[in-house]
């Protein structure tokens, strides 16, 4: 139960642009996902990430801008 967080990551991007969060419900997942991995190594976070969007057939571009705009969302998060 402990990796439960993992199961949340699809919900926080967009089905056609896989983009993280820009849709209110997205949004609303992607809070819910940032709540779930409170005590996880966030390095561990960053490539669960990276790897949902690698599977998705994502390139190194999208992801790399997806995961900024989680870094930025995260430092909004308290």
């Given at each position: 139960?402990a ?7 699809s919900?926080?991007?967009?089905d ?63």
């Open positions: 139960m990796d439960d967080w993992r199961r949340k990551i919900g926080c991007f967009g056609i642009d896989l983009k993280f969060a820009i849709h209110a419900l997205d949004r609303e997942r992607a809070m819910d996902l940032f709540r779930a991995v409170a005590g996880v190594d966030w390095r561990e976070v960053e490539d669960a990430l990276a790897e949902f969007m690698k599977r998705k057939g994502c390139g190194p571009e999208h992801i790399e801008e997806q995961l900024a705009r989680v870094r930025e969302m995260r430092s909004h998060f308290n």
